[in-house]
């Protein structure tokens, strides 16, 4: 996430629905990739890629696969 490339505390908040049901659903994540359930009651997949933020310096993701 961008608050690890910066060193910055950020959080996003991702509001959507199941796709099978479509039941309501909201997780917060913070820089550290810490997930919180805010509404719903899921256990959602977090997809984290692995790459060392510490060494990262390539213009975006992509260039790092």
């Known amino acids: 996430m961008e608050g690890r490339l910066r060193k910055e505390k950020l959080s996003v908040r991702i509001d959507t629905e199941c796709a099978c049901c479509g039941r309501k659903l909201s997780v917060q994540l913070d820089e550290q990739l810490r997930g919180e359930v805010i509404e719903g009651n899921p256990e959602p997949l977090v997809f984290s890629p692995d ?15």
Request: hydrophobic share 35%; net charge negative; aromatic share 20%.
């Open 51 to 65: 790459v060392d933020w510490d060494t990262f310096d390539e213009p975006n993701i992509t260039h790092a696969y």
